[in-house]
């Protein structure tokens, strides 16, 4: 049985996706990448807008069904749950990132824009950012800043987010992920070639991946 309807039509600006069942992967590899990432990656919300969509359609077909106490039915209910937690869990581990370091996000994201790279917040995520850090800086002055002596205990700078010791699991997708660099434990100023063959798994800094991670050739564990 597939996964979700076949019968379902794609936002033309959306190309790459061209089956139902190839955009219910790309979610889960989405999902499964930012569960098991230290930091956030850049945002698949496209995904989550088009799954929604297709969720709506399917439970309104099934609305529509006479015997509701059919096999198939409840086969087709419990997919369509398993869909909603991967969508609805993606979107919660984000927006907890988020939380934790609003103002990281919101920089990582402009900086991002003017490397002309892919975004790492939509636009809602953005706005919710700049919502979250507003509200967390108000809250902050109230409380603590506002008792301080004037000077530069006025002023507290947010910290930036640091994954370079950060060590993940990840798997090698594609042909094309060459070699990458990893540290040389027993020398702290030397580095170490590590082949990154198909299908093998490494234990590996976080930063030595995460070119490979946004090109899609190595997945998280």
């Known amino acids: 049985m597939s996964s979700v309807d076949p019968s379902f039509n794609f936002d033309e600006d959306y190309e790459e996706a061209v089956t139902p069942q190839e955009v219910l992967q790309k979610m889960t590899t989405a999902w499964q990448n930012e569960l098991c990432s230290p930091c956030l990656l850049p945002t698949q919300m496209e995904l989550v807008d088009i799954l929604l969509d297709q969720i709506a359609g399917m439970e309104e077909d099934?609305?529509?069904?006479?015997?509701?106490?059919?096999?198939?039915?409840?086969?087709?209910?419990?997919?369509?749950?398993?869909?909603?937690?991967?969508?609805?869990?993606?979107?919660?581990?984000?927006?907890?990132?988020?939380?934790?370091?609003?103002?990281?996000?919101?920089?990582?994201?402009?900086?991002?824009?003017?490397?002309?790279?892919?975004?790492?917040?939509?636009?809602?995520?953005?706005?919710?950012?700049?919502?979250?850090?507003?509200?967390?800086?108000?809250?902050?002055?109230?409380?603590?800043?506002?008792?301080?002596?004037?000077?530069?205990?006025?002023?507290?700078?947010?910290?930036?987010?640091?994954?370079?010791?950060?060590m993940v699991y990840a798997k090698v997708l594609g042909e094309e992920a060459g070699n990458v660099a990893v540290p040389d434990w027993k020398d702290l100023t030397g580095e170490l070639v590590l082949?990154?063959?198909?299908?093998?798994?490494?234990?590996?800094?976080?930063?030595?991946?995460?070119e490979y991670l946004e090109e899609g050739t190595v997945q998280l564990l």
């Open 62 to 166: 099934i609305g529509k069904q006479v015997d509701q106490r059919q096999l198939r039915i409840s086969v087709h209910r419990m997919e369509l749950q398993r869909i909603s937690f991967i969508t609805s869990d993606y979107v919660r581990c984000r927006l907890r990132k988020i939380e934790s370091n609003p103002n990281d996000a919101i920089e990582t994201h402009n900086k991002r824009r003017d490397e002309n790279k892919s975004d790492l917040l939509s636009e809602a995520e953005l706005q919710f950012a700049r919502e979250y850090a507003a509200a967390e800086a108000e809250l902050f002055d109230k409380t603590v800043l506002e008792f301080m002596p004037p000077g530069p205990l006025k002023k507290v700078a947010f910290p930036l987010l640091d994954c370079q010791e950060d």
């Open 195 to 210: 082949e990154m063959e198909k299908s093998s798994c490494h234990l590996i800094p976080f930063d030595s991946v995460k």
